[in-house]
């Protein structure tokens, strides 16, 4: 098995993003990120904290903005408008969930879509989806950045996403079909889910449900991508295919922790670069 070593992969583009950074700077063009974090749920903390570190090391400008728990949608649309017009930030990330006085939606269609690094924004979506270029949700973007590093072609081949959500299913079967993949999304109402998956060349599971994937729901010499981060009670991350029993039963593997995670953040990165690219053409 070949291993889809996120982590690796993005230590090594963290080294590229360090220098084109240290050239923007000689023109005068720090790249910057804000990451908008309302409450202080511990796992959003952890996410945002490394995000920050990453854009330090790579010499970019990062800003963590710290909202209250209590804080009112109004109160966000003012911030998110605020760093809207702030000529000086490339990219904005409005930390997900939100706290349930505010209305996600809202939120993320506030955001400019051209400093819209997660890629939520309506308009990215739509421009995904018609194949034209636009910022992309890092998860998924991270998913075909690793595969390419690893000459997995997709096109032609059968990819099944289990998992329909916004952030990861949607989008990545967007991009899988942009790049010529036969695409099934399947999710908790799909009709004998293990019989699909078995068919898959390509797997893709993001349900977040530890171990739901066994060598008996997945073809021999499949490719598996692994989007689930499943905390266990003792501390540990998981998940959500059965690396282990997998390990000698498929050709390539993303493992948890190290695999997709570490590119969602490179992505991230990435894309708050590409902004400032534009910036610094503007002049
Ligand atoms: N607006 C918004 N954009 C996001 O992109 C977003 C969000 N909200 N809310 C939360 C999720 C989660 N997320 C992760 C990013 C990196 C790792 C990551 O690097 N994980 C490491 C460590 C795993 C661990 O030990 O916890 C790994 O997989 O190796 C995980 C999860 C981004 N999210």
Redesign the pocket.
């Known amino acids: 098995m070949e291993l889809l070593d996120g ?1 690796a992969l993005a230590n090594e583009l963290t080294q590229a993003q360090q220098m084109t950074v240290a050239t923007l700077k000689q023109q005068g063009v720090t790249p910057k990120l804000v990451v908008v974090m309302v409450g202080d749920d511990p796992a ?1 903390a ?2 945002t904290q ?1 995000k920050q570190r990453r854009a330090t090391k790579i010499g970019m400008a990062s800003e963590l903005k710290r909202l209250s728990a209590e804080t009112t949608e109004a109160d966000l649309l003012a911030v998110v408008r605020q760093l809207n017009t702030d000529e000086t930030v490339d990219g904005i ?4 969930p939100l706290p349930k006085q505010i209305n996600e939606d809202h939120i993320i269609r506030a955001i400019d879509p051209q400093k819209d690094v ?1 890629g ?1 924004s309506p308009v990215n979506i739509g421009r995904l989806w018609l194949n034209q270029p636009g910022l992309v949700a ?2 998924p973007n991270g998913i075909m950045r690793l595969l390419a590093a690893h000459d997995i072609d997709v096109a032609g081949k059968n990819v099944v996403i289990v998992g329909r959500s916004n ?1 990861v299913g949607r989008p990545l079967a967007a991009l899988m079909l942009n790049a010529n993949a036969t695409v099934t999304i399947a999710h908790s109402r799909t009709a004998d889910l293990k019989a699909l998956t078995k068919t898959a060349d390509i797997l893709v599971a993001a349900i977040g449900k530890p171990h739901f994937f066994g060598i008996e729901d997945v073809k021999e010499g499949a490719v598996v991508v692994d989007v689930g ?1 499943n905390r266990l009670e003792d501390g540990t ?1 998981t998940g959500d295919v059965d690396f282990e029993a997998l390990k000698s039963h498929v050709s390539a593997m993303t493992p ?7 590119m ?2 490179t992505m ?1 990165m990435d894309q708050t670069i590409e902004i400032a690219k534009e910036r610094a053409k503007r002049g």
Do not use: A
């Open positions: 982590r959003s952890i996410y490394s990330l409005v930390q997900l997660d939520f890092c998860t952030i981060i991350v948890v922790p190290r695999g997709v995670g570490p969602t953040i991230l």
